[in-house]
């Protein structure tokens, strides 16, 4: 993700947390640039066998990866490591930029000369701010979201499609982002002592309203989502949905190909917004074993209530982002509140005081996210493996993701930056449950 001075970062964790609760993704057609094997058959280690060993089925299914494809995915991956600093950065020099030259007092000056009325001077000056910051930030954006992407051949868009996608993006900011920046500027001018607590909870109702609304109002957008109806990908779907106790009638699935080779799918909605969908690059280039431990995945998301459960986790640590915020905002604004010209926390020019504080605590968040996000998405594995019972098709799910993501990072460092487990944990994860399933593997005697 570029970063986005833009969005007050507390609605760029309902897109992150809407984005990553989810499983897979990998590359598939047009500049194939690092495509990963599709292992359809099962190397021989891997086959259930009365010497059948998890670590060795393991090395036999990374093997099948050959060399030049995991250098490329690392190297894409590992430059990913290094954006996060650069987009932390570049943030907090675009909100320096903004306070130390006053143009965020001059943007809070043009709005209240444009009206006195609180909320529509709150919007205004949001508006002001999302222009320049965005145009600030491009650069930064059409290199990683762009020229990186089609440098690995993640993206399939031209320049021209790609664009408008981003004007849609900055519109979807710029009604939401506004609207919580207004809700926000209203509480603390109307609650100046206890603003932290109220600025809080309505931040948590937003993280509850953006991600009820998400499958249904934005996602759409951007792409089309359908509901499946090949019987022969949807029917062991719903029956493995019926097994769970999932009260599923439908299989959604988007045309992610419009912009992206990743195969992926996700668990996204709230409430009778959620839904499972599948992506059309998972859906041609998956097997019908790989889909189903995919499934198996997001149906452990589902029935583990991990959307609820991350909602949760997130109102705590919007708690303690309000609590640092409060502290912070008095101590900067002490110190150079005259210099910026920013008169107090009730003032909308302290927004990029407020991006610039918000930045740091989400990188020093950094590894406690992917922790977070991880475990949960581990507990998704071992429910898919379970109920899909598709060790070698989940291996193979694996290595597909590989393409985007480093197969076999050291332990501090997938500890640091894997929102998912690490390719080589997830296979050896499947094969651990084969080993200890080759029953279901193996051709019974008759009795
Ligand atoms: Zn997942």
Known sequence: MPPR?????????????????????????????????SVIQVPPEAQPSPHFDAIAATNAYMAQIPADKTARSDAYFEGGYWLIL?????????????????WSARMRDLSERVTRFKPVHT???????????????????????????????????????????QIKEFAVTLVLG?????????????????????????????LIFGILITPVYIVPIFNKVTILNNPKVVDPILSMARANGIPAKNVYEIDASKQTTRMSANVS?????????????????????EIQAVMGHEMGHYVMNHIYKGILFFSVVIVLAFVYLRWGLDWAIQRWGEKWQIHGVGDTAVLPLVILLVSIFGFVFTPINSTYTRVQEYEADMYGLNTSRQP?????????????????????????????????????????WKAENLKLFTPQPPQ
């Open 5 to 37: 001075p833009g969005l007050a970062a507390i609605f760029s964790c309902v897109i992150f947390f809407c984005a990553t609760l989810c499983a897979t993704s990998a590359v598939a057609q047009p500049p194939a640039a690092n495509e990963m094997p």
């Open 86 to 102: 650069w987009d932390f950065l570049y943030a907090v020099a675009v909100c320096l930029l903004l306070l130390n030259l006053r």
């Open 123 to 165: 919007f205004v000056y949001f508006l002001q701010y999302l222009i320049l910051t965005t145009i600030l930030v491009f650069p930064l954006t059409a290199y990683e979201d762009y020229f990186r992407e089609h440098q690995y051949g993640l993206a399939t868009q031209t320049f021209g499609p790609w664009l408008l996608d």
């Open 178 to 206: 506004g609207l919580l920046a207004v809700l926000l500027f209203g509480v603390v001018r109307r609650l100046p002592r206890t603003w932290w607590v109220w600025g809080a909870v309505v931040t948590i109702c937003f």
């Open 269 to 289: 909605g709230f409430a009778n917004t959620m839904r499972i969908t599948l992506n059309d690059n998972l859906l041609r280039r998956g097997s019908p074993e």
């Open 392 to 432: 070698d098709g989940f291996a193979q799910g694996a290595i597909h993701l590989g393409e985007y993501r480093k197969m076999n990072p050291g332990p501090v460092e997938e500890w640091i930056f894997f929102d998912h487990p690490s390719g080589r944990n997830r296979i050896y994860s499947a094969m651990r």
